[in-house]
């Protein structure tokens, strides 16, 4: 796995309700990034690549398997942390997500964004574009 020392674009998480507007930042800040940034869909990942124990009838999801998870992340050269989030409406509500993000990283890396229209979408991905950018020029990387 290469460390943060060696990788030449960050890994940049994007957590959040279902229905948030996720994929859509994450595909629209892949082709604005000024660093080659490939967008994994996890929940996708987890059922295409199997990285899962199992189908859960009950809550009618699959049960993801966090170790293989982080073995295939492994494998492509970038750490992935994961937090299994069990997702739903009361989960917005209660802030649950923001919560175990700020719970499981560092808290000046995690960054909440409001996402209600369009110039919010324009606007986030522009401050993400900026901070790749000081990330770059930090590492020395800047073009
Ligand atoms: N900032 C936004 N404002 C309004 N609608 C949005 C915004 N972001 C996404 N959407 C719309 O909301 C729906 C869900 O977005 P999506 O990116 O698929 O969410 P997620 O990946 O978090 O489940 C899509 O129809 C998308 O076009
Ligand atoms: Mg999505």
Redesign the pocket.
Known sequence: MSDSTSRKSPIIV?T????????????LLAEESPVPLQHI?VGEWVKEKGLHEGYDEEWQSYTVDEDKVRARAARMHAGYPLKKIQENNEAEIMDVVIDEARASYAEPIVVELK???????QS?VARIVQWIEAWQKDRGLAA
């Open positions: 994007i959040g309700t279902p229905g948030t507007g996720k994929s859509t930042h994450a595909q869909n996402s209600e229209g369009m110039e919010d979408l986030n």
